[in-house]
């Protein structure tokens, strides 16, 4: 027996035996259980983020209609900004021109609906043109450039087939038809159209071969071949420096290709320029150099990018849920929990989002909650992170197993394991499944599978540690919760599970450091201030232990364990009637407390001792 505990047995008396009883159930193994029980269920944070690649809206035709940007767009000559005269018709009603057959007038007024963006009415102007004209080339290319902009892909080519028949040699044209074929997922036509255009390099008009250099580079792009995207895109910033739309394509393959800081550079230098946006907009630009901040779990910065998004476009569910996970990594909840509603309310079977609110919840003790929130991310959309579906399965087995129900949580995630058998986390929430059951070396085997797939998933590592502490093999617990320390967890409850491992390993001094570190990052941590209070008593430093238990009990006024050691720390200190009115504090919450109705009987005993002649 150690020297602290022995100076406490002599002090005590004869009822030494119940008190060290009582300090090792509260302050070692019940310690242990609580805030096992606090965090053992929390899922841990990836060292690499899971937000699932998006891809950039528009990114299927990039190239038209793209109004104000120098893209394979088609500008209305400054003689046709009106319409000649006479006649002078309504422009917006082309029903009032029937019966007109003057070509020109036609090829105007079609010209002049394109640049109001009023397709369906310039495609009837243009073709009453070809009615006149049906062999007039310019009036063909015009309508192939029509057919893109609202998206009839099929009939863009045709009509740019018309072109090609006679013209083969037009690459603006061709340069057209390869936005179509890419649109249509024909990657392998498309890009031998684009390579024709290039090749061919003549008739541009207003286009540049940049623009098919950066069409060339969205076709890898969209088959996720994002390194020969990024070696075409180069091609397309040669040609066209300034840029912001390339260099945002740019910027999202370095993301994809896991290298953030040049995703960071292409990102900021297209927010720089601010140019030349095409279908997008600022805010994809700050949204992928969020994701890249992601990536170097900056998470800070990766929520003042968000942040900046979501100043431009509120109505990204995607951008929501990547706010949500850099929240919540940042220890911010509340705020998480918002950012994930917001991207559910914007798309309700969004199946990233609701498993990560599901895990969330899991985070908050909202078991319920979360076990609604996993199954309707297992009915979602299907869009997973990296894991796929077996992240909901794992985390809904966390949710069930908080609620008792045991035998289901191991069904569900042994589901999770059968889906992904390489998931770390599944295998770590396996291991609290079974810590539950109380089946301790199977749980420890578990925990060691997730550490050998992952060796820098720190919450496995601290559970190995209560595990460990559970089987009291304590100096092993000290070793994993150092471990888990220094893969970077850094929270209350794992300060104070450290606490009570040195605790029974006797090296009361540490455990006295430890709990410090938890009240540190938690000053209103109940548990941390009561494991430091145990530590200093078996130190004999009853003054601090005394404030360490004043702290406890100002948290949580009604735990009458902590008011009765408080009651012992005071007796220690000679000051015996703040120990009686500690230790009647203790009794009126429970009257078997054991420690302090053994104090109460010593203190009575003391006085009729002094009392008695």
């Known amino acids: 027996m150690n020297g602290a505990l022995v100076g406490i047995l002599a002090k005590l008396g004869s009822f030494g035996s119940v008190i060290l009883t009582a300090l090792l159930l509260m302050s070692g193994r019940a310690i242990a259980t609580y805030t096992t029980l606090a965090q053992i269920r929390q899922l841990p944070r990836l060292n690499r983020p899971s937000i699932p690649p998006v891809n950039l809206p528009q990114a299927r035709n990039p ?45 105007n007024l079609c010209r002049l609906l394109v640049d109001r963006q009023e397709y ?25 450039r029509i057919l893109l902009a609202i998206q009839q892909y099929t009939q863009a080519i045709a009509s740019a087939d018309r072109i090609l028949e006679r013209e083969s040699k037009y690459s603006r044209v061709l340069a057209y038809r390869c936005t179509a074929l890419s649109a249509l997922g024909r990657y392998q036509e498309a890009m031998k159209d684009c390579d024709q255009a290039l090749e061919i390099d003549r008739r541009w008009h ?37 840029n912001s739309q390339t260099l945002v394509h740019q910027c999202y393959c370095f993301h994809q290709l896991d290298q953030p800081y040049k995703a960071i550079a292409s990102c900021e230098r297209a927010l720089e320029i601010d140019n030349n946006w095409g279908e997008i907009s600022p805010d994809i630009a700050w949204k992928y150099q969020g994701f890249a901040y992601l990536n170097l779990a900056d998470y800070e910065q990766a929520k003042t990018s968000f942040q900046r998004a979501l100043s431009l476009n509120q109505e990204d569910p995607t951008l929501w849920a990547a706010m949500g996970f850099a929240l919540t990594s940042l220890n911010r909840l509340s705020e998480a929990l918002n950012a994930y509603e917001q991207a559910i309310r914007l798309r309700s079977d969004y199946s990233f989002a609701l498993v990560n609110q599901c895990q969330l919840l899991n985070d908050l003790g909202e078991y319920q909650a979360a076990q609604k929130a996993c199954g309707a991310a297992l009915e979602g959309d299907g869009f997973w992170d990296q894991w796929g579906p077996a992240t909901a399965w794992s985390q809904l087995g966390v949710a069930l197993a908080a609620q008792g129900e045991l035998e289901a949580a191991t069904v569900a995630n042994n589901t999770a394991i059968e889906l992904q058998p390489d998931y770390p986390q599944a295998w770590n929430n396996a291991a609290v499944i079974l810590w539950y059951q109380e089946d301790y070396l199977a749980a420890l085997e578990s925990v060691a599978r997730a550490i050998e797939l992952d060796p820098n998933l720190a919450q496995a590592w601290q559970n190995r540690g209560r595990i460990l502490a559970s089987l009291k093999r304590f100096e092993e617990a000290i070793a994993a919760y150092n471990m888990a320390v220094e893969k970077g967890r850094n929270n209350p409850e794992l300060w104070s599970s450290r606490s009570v491992a040195l605790w029974e390993a006797q090296q009361y001094a540490e455990a006295v450091i430890s709990a410090k570190e938890a009240v540190i990052l938690n000053p209103d941590f109940f548990q941390g201030w009561y494991n430091m209070g145990t530590a200093l008593i078996a130190l004999e430093n009853y003054q601090d232990a005394l404030f360490a238990y004043q702290q406890a009990t100002r948290i949580q006024p009604e735990n009458a364990n902590a008011w009765a050691l408080r009651g012992y720390a005071l007796q220690q200190l000679g000051e015996l009637q703040a120990a009686k009115d500690a230790i009647a504090t203790a009794l009126n919450l429970n009257p078997n407390q054991p420690i302090a109705r053994q104090l109460q009987v010593k203190l009575e005993t003391n006085q009729q001792q002094q009392l008695d002649p």
């Not at 071949?225 to 990024?230: G, K, V």
């Open 63 to 107: 190239i038209f209609p793209n109004h104000g940007s120098d893209t394979l767009s088609m500008s209305v000559p400054e003689p046709l900004q009106s319409l000649p005269t006479p006649p002078s018709p309504d422009p917006g009603n082309s029903d009032s021109l029937e019966g007109l057959e003057d070509f020109d007038y036609w090829v």
């Open 206 to 242: 207003e286009i540049t071969p940049a623009l098919v250099w950066f069409q060339k580079g969205l076709i890898h792009q969209l088959q996720g071949q994002y390194q020969a995207a990024l070696d075409t895109y180069q091609q397309a910033l040669q040609l066209q420096p300034n």
């Open 120 to 144: 369906q009415k310039a495609l009837s102007a243009c073709d009453r043109a070809i009615i006149l004209k049906p062999k007039a080339l310019e009036i063909w290319v015009e309508r192939t």
